[in-house]
Nanobody, 124 residues
């Protein structure tokens, strides 16, 4: 059974930084793409960033491009999301997800396992 456990969320002032981590277990981590999504209250879940199995292919949502960085450490079975220059509109529950393939997709339906989410709150 695949388990994804996020950590690193919290409360930060606008302009600050946070690093989210997602530790995976249950299947060979290096064989699968990973993604980060977020969901604000009253909003649909949206794609934030995706990374291929090797880390060589990466994609960001336009809203976070230049501020967020996704990375992975296959030796530690962990994917990260470094978030800089945070804005109040980045406030959401952030979820990591694992795709059933080596390459990520941009839709929730492209992923088959999800973490429980971690809250990120950015104050103005």
């Amino acid at each position: 059974q695949v388990q994804l456990v996020e950590s690193g969320g919290g409360l930060v002032q606008a302009g600050g930084s946070l690093r989210l981590s997602c530790a995976a277990s249950g299947r060979t981590f290096s064989n699968y793409a990973m993604g980060w999504f977020r969901q604000a209250p009253g909003e649909d879940r949206e794609f934030v960033a995706g990374i291929s199995w090797s880390g060589t292919s990466i994609h960001y949502a336009d809203s976070v491009k230049g501020r967020f960085t996704i990375s992975r450490d296959n030796a530690k079975n962990t994917v990260y999301l470094q978030m800089n220059s945070l804005k109040p509109e980045d406030t959401a529950v952030y979820y990591c997800a694992q795709a059933p393939s080596r390459y990520y997709g941009l839709a929730s339906a492209d992923y088959d396992y999800w973490g429980q989410g971690t809250q990120v709150t950015v104050s103005s």
